[in-house]
């Protein structure tokens, strides 16, 4: 799940305008395809990092709602990608994010 993951992010990535508003939205999310920078970003506790633990403390407390999150997040969590409630994150970024990784999750993006 966690390779599916990261090849669909990629193939997002380079998919779409760099510009786009989902592009952006997306931000987070790289750090979960690439360790060293999310261990980077953890260590000086950056707002990347403070957005990406508001998404996984989000999609924890939305699994009824995507349930293919739950083996999703148990896989990232074997990373150390934990959620935390930073609060600095829009609920409007949050649903798009979230909506964005179970799109992956589907295979939207699998080529």
């Keep these: 799940m966690y390779r599916i993951f990261c090849e669909s992010y990629k193939n997002f990535i380079d998919s779409?305008?760099?510009?786009?508003?989902?592009?952006?939205?997306s931000e987070p999310l790289s750090l979960i395809v690439d360790l060293d920078k999310f261990k980077k970003e953890k260590d000086s506790k950056?707002?990347?990092?403070?957005?990406?633990?508001?998404?996984?403390?989000?999609?924890?407390?939305?699994?009824?709602?995507?349930?293919r999150l739950k083996a999703f997040l148990w896989t990232i969590e074997a990373r150390d990608i934990k959620g935390e409630d930073f609060n600095v994150s829009t609920l409007d970024e949050l649903q798009e994010q979230t909506k964005l990784v179970n799109?992956?999750?589907?295979?939207a993006y699998w080529y």
């Design 103 to 107: 799109s992956f999750l589907k295979l």
């Design 46 to 67: 950056s707002d990347l990092y403070k957005k990406l633990c508001d998404l996984v403390n989000f999609m924890n407390n939305n699994i009824q709602k995507f349930p």
């Design 16 to 25: 779409m305008d760099k510009e786009s508003y989902r592009v952006k939205v």
